[in-house]
Structure formats: C-alpha cells, structure tokens
C-alpha cells in the first residue's frame, strides 16, 4: 500500500545565473512499512528531499502525497500539524532540548499538538530504546548514543506515518551506529513504520529494502535490494 508519493518535485535556490536546482524534477513511491535508503555526495539534494518530505521547506514546484493527501496543498496551520502527526524526524544533532529530561524531550511533540500521553506506548518505547532508569536524565548527562535514542523515541511517540532520519548516525562511532541502525530497523518491523534513512554510510544503505541515489537533485538509481 502506497503512503508516500512524490512527482516531479523541483527546488531552486537563488535566481539567474546565481540559480541552484538543488532538486530537479524527483518522481519516487514508497509503501507503508518500506525501508528506503537515500543516498548521494553532499550537495546532492537529498536533505533538501527530506525536508520538503517532512514538511519543513516548501518546493518550488511539484507535489508531495502522503496518505493520499496534498501536503502542500493545506494551510500553514494544517501544515504544522501535519509535521506533528504525520512525520518523525531524527537529525545528526540530536535536536534536543537541554532544559528537559527523558521523558520530556519525548513526549514534547504530544504534548505541543495538545495530545494525552500514551503511557504504554511512552513505557514500551523507553524499554525498547535501552532508557528504563534514564527518565530523569538531561541530555547532558547522556552519551551521544543515549542522546540518539530518545530522538528516535521522541520521532516514534506520535506514531507519525513516515519516520525521516537525517544523517542519524553521522555523529556515533561505529558501536553505536549500528546500534541505532539496529532500533530504527527494529521501529520498521515492530511498528511496521515506514522508515526514510539519508545516509553517507554504505553499511546502513545496504541493509534497507531499498536504495534511492540522488546526484545534482536527480535520481539515478532507485533499486529494490530486498522485499
């Protein structure tokens, strides 16, 4: 079942001659619980991609469905739900608010959306992601992999359609990579999450069902590497 859809999607930065087509006309369909792996050298489009994905940046022209809905085709209010509800976003950074604890930074996107906090779901999450005892703990007193983990839990907390994770694993060493590859893998097959992954690393593109590489805003290769 389709749950993300993207035609012709076109993003152009400056006008002129100093004119950047950082996406240029990218067409793609991801089904609901797919791990999809884009790949690409820097400056290739795809955190632009992923923004536009995540409702975060507005493309110049083209569409963006998701559960068969125009994205950009709702207000800013609508919009901003949207990216409450429907999306899950994990960065290299962390993102994460230094004042509040565990449980606060992942439970803030409840919370902000005016939403009762699904205690089960906020309990199991914790156990999952290896933070039962850390609740109280602030970012600052958590190891970058910890730290990773509650931004994955705090992506996870809504139940969004699509998780989109930038780069998530850019700032781990390799131990604690794979880790967090090993918890966004086990998000897409126990929550059958539909799950987006832009990535530098090899490693983590290969164990996706799918790898989409991206070159000057264009796709040049989109292949299934396992169904």
Known sequence: MEILKVEKLRKTYGT???QVHALDGVSFSVNKGEFVAIIGPSGSGKSTLLHIL???????????????NDVYAQNDDKLAVFRRREVGLIYQFYNLIPVLNVVENITLPVLIDGQKVNEDRLKELLT??????????LPNQ???GQQQRVSIGRALMNAPAV?????PTGNLDSKNSQEIVELLKLSNQKYN?????????ENIALQADRIIAIEDGKIVRDEVIRK
């Open 16 to 18: 002129g001659e100093n």
């Open 54 to 68: 995540g409702g975060v940046d507005k493309p110049t022209s083209g569409k963006v469905y998701m559960n068969g």
């Open 128 to 137: 999952t992601l290896n933070l039962k005892g850390r609740e109280n703990h």
């Open 142 to 144: 958590l190891s970058g």
């Open 163 to 167: 998780v989109l994770a930038d780069e």
């Open 193 to 201: 999450q539909t799950l987006i992954v832009i990535t530098h690393d």
